[in-house]
């Protein structure tokens, strides 16, 4: 069983950064995605990461901003946020899925989900 958890969200002013971290656990073989949920909208995708590095970005506004990257062990990966703006305020999920990133971006695509960390960007 995949397991996987969510570390360092926070309160940030916009302009700033943050990185979130996946721990995953009994996921070698599975890509992960980060997604974000704002109050009232539905989940949306944001990029993935294959087991072989491997990744993708699914939202167009934050390409350039947005990075993610995943340690050689495949047991962390990262999530690296600059520029931030209010609008990326939200609860932050990492998701896995086998093998590849689905190819939608979307969150019914993955099958294991963590608990979720709040990002919260201040104007």
């Known amino acids: 069983q995949v397991q996987l958890v969510e570390s360092g969200g926070g309160l940030v002013h916009a302009g700033g950064s943050l990185r979130l971290s996946c721990a995953v656990s009994n996921g070698d073989d599975y890509a992960i995605g980060w997604f974000r949920q704002a109050p009232g909208k539905e989940r949306e995708g944001l990029l993935c990461?294959?087991?072989?590095?491997?990744?993708?970005y699914y939202k167009h506004s934050v390409k350039g901003r947005f990075t993610i990257t995943r340690d050689n062990a495949k047991t962390t990966v990262y999530l690296e946020m600059s520029s931030l703006e209010p609008a990326d305020t939200g609860v932050y999920y990492c998701?896995?899925?086998?093998?590849?990133?689905?190819?939608?971006?979307?969150?019914?695509?993955?099958?294991?989900w963590g608990q979720g960390t709040q990002v919260t960007v201040s104007s």
């Open positions: 998701a896995g899925r086998r093998s590849y990133c689905s190819i939608s971006g979307s969150w019914s695509a993955y099958n294991f």
């Open positions: 990461i294959t087991n072989r590095g491997d990744w993708m």
